[in-house]
């Protein structure tokens, strides 16, 4: 069933999408769905081929995935923030025959494009032209209105996001289709299961906004994009459109409620009735801020790329339960398990394992490998360590993995490690998170230079802003003599971890 086309006929004048002062009536957003799923057949994408969406936020940044999706294909968002290097990588393994481009990302795409020899149709979207390029606006011209047939396979359609590298490259984690039956599930719980108004306030290339904005178009509501995050725009964008919901990383949050209270009070935000948060630990003051501004509207959960939602914190427990991310969500097993693979008893630490359901990710792209790695039988993993009260409410307390998250950024040690062991006057090095009051962690390299080189940590930083993206890049450096191992050779990470982090119980 084409839910989109359903909600085009029932309330076409409605508006389905609003980016500043452009706009589409479900009329209009359905067509030109439509027009640009036929032209993309036309270009010789088929079904299940990868498109890859390298589109800053706007209105083409949500109606590009949904063409997509309705020719058969799955988008595959790319990160704005990666460097030539990671984007050529990207654009390689994902095997993607068509790629999107925002203006802003034409030098990137210039630099690696000769090496991109899998990519069929380059298409730009903004203001800029090349002989080498098909133009969205081209497409949304010439293709053909009518509506494409409707998988009932595909649900609400695939995506592929990828994620950091714990093995020194991204993983492209697959989901070939979204059940609807889940997506319905989350929203009852929400409140979100009818038409609203939902503020996309995040970048879209991460699984989170482009996913909330997607099932409200799923339930007939409208999507208001913000191109960039400003705390203050957040607040008028919201006043405007009489916003009903909105997700945010704890940072936008924080960001928000820090603003002076002259400010905030500029601006009518009582319309906001479901504020989500998640993909960082947040601070209980900024919870407690958040709710003086936005009153009982504070939901969190738990969940990842790979494992979607996975606990849900409403907001009646978002202030009893602090530092709680909920009790596991509606039709969601979980099972904390020690090394060993048994059940921890409550209030033990454990690594936290989901019971495969039609919501979770196929796996890992062309990576059979971290696929296996990350399940245990029908249980799956991404290495988050956790206990649980006598409630059922979980605490995230460590990774097993040690992945960093800063600012809601999943940044994995692993990848950075790589790149620093390429300094010629680097012997060794340990990359891994310390805590950070505005971005939950910052990432922290300590480093071991050559035996007789010379190396200053502005040198090591330097070095990285090179060869990776910023938001990777470590904020600090610590140089030592030696990095401490056991009696095997292994590096001892957590020694150099630990101290950062004594005297908080969650290591997050």
Not at 161 to 184: E, M, Q, W
Not at 310 to 322: F, G, H, M, Q, S
Request: glycine letters at 8%; a neutral charge; charged letters at 25%.
């Amino acid at each position: 069933m084409d839910v989109l086309a359903l909600h085009a006929d029932r309330t076409p004048a409605a508006p389905a999408l609003i980016d500043g002062d452009r706009r589409l009536t479900w009329r209009e957003y359905v067509a030109q769905r439509n027009r640009l799923a036929n032209a993309l057949r036309g270009l010789g994408l088929t079904k299940g081929e990868h498109a890859i969406v390298y589109v800053q936020n706007s209105l083409e940044a949500v109606l590009v995935p949904s063409a997509a999706r309705s020719a058969g294909a799955i988008p595959v968002p790319m990160n704005h923030r990666l460097v030539a290097d990671e984007v050529a990588y990207i654009l390689d393994h994902s095997d993607a025959r068509a790629v999107f481009v925002s203006d802003a990302f034409l030098g990137t795409v210039e630099r690696v494009r000769p090496g991109a020899g899998k990519v069929r149709s380059w298409i730009l979207v903004g203001s800029e032209r090349r002989p080498w390029a098909e133009h969205v606006d081209d497409l949304l011209k010439t293709g053909d209105p009518a509506p494409l047939p409707a998988d009932p396979t595909q649900g609400l359609g695939g995506s592929m996001i990828y994620t950091g590298g714990t093995t020194g490259r991204p993983k492209g984690a697959l989901r070939a289709a979204t059940d609807p039956t889940v997506t319905r599930r989350y929203m009852e719980l929400f409140g979100l299961a009818e038409p609203h108004v939902h503020l996309v306030a995040g970048p879209l290339y991460h699984s989170a906004p482009g996913s909330f904005a997607q099932f409200t178009h799923a339930f007939g509501g409208t999507v208001v994009v913000m191109r960039k995050f400003d705390p203050e725009d957040a607040l008028r964008t919201i006043e405007r459109h009489r916003c009903t919901s909105t997700f945010m990383a704890p940072t936008l949050v924080k960001r928000i409620v820090d603003l002076p209270e002259r400010v905030r009070a500029r601006y009518d935000v009582r319309s906001m009735r479901v504020l989500v948060i998640a993909a960082a630990p947040c601070p209980t003051r900024v919870k407690e801020q958040a709710v003086a501004v936005f009153g009982p509207a504070l939901w969190e959960f738990y969940g990842s790329t790979e494992l979607g939602i996975n606990t849900i914190l409403p907001p009646a427990d978002v202030l009893r339960k602090p530092g709680s991310c909920g009790r596991a969500a509606p039709g969601i097993e979980l099972v904390l398990l020690d090394d060993a693979g048994r059940p921890v008893p409550t209030g033990t630490a454990g690594e936290l394992y989901v019971r495969r359901f039609p919501g979770m990710f196929d796996g890992y792209y062309k990576d059979s490998a971290a696929t296996r790695e990350a399940q245990r039988g029908e249980w799956a993993s991404v290495g988050d360590v956790a206990w649980m009260d006598d409630e059922g409410f979980v605490y995230i307390c460590d990774r097993k993995r040690d992945m960093v998250i800063s600012g809601g950024v999943n940044i994995y040690p692993a990848e950075i490690e790589d790149v620093l062991h390429r300094h010629p006057a680097i012997d060794d090095v340990a990359v891994f998170g310390v805590p950070d009051d505005d971005w939950g962690e910052r990432v922290h390299a300590a480093v071991q230079p050559r035996p007789g080189q010379a190396l200053a940590a502005d040198e090591v930083v330097a070095f990285a802003r090179l060869h990776m993206a910023d938001y990777k890049v470590p904020r600090e450096v610590s140089l030592h003599a030696e990095l401490p191992r056991d009696p095997t050779g292994k590096l001892l990470k957590r020694v150099l971890r630990d101290p950062y982090w004594a005297g908080r119980r969650a290591k997050v």
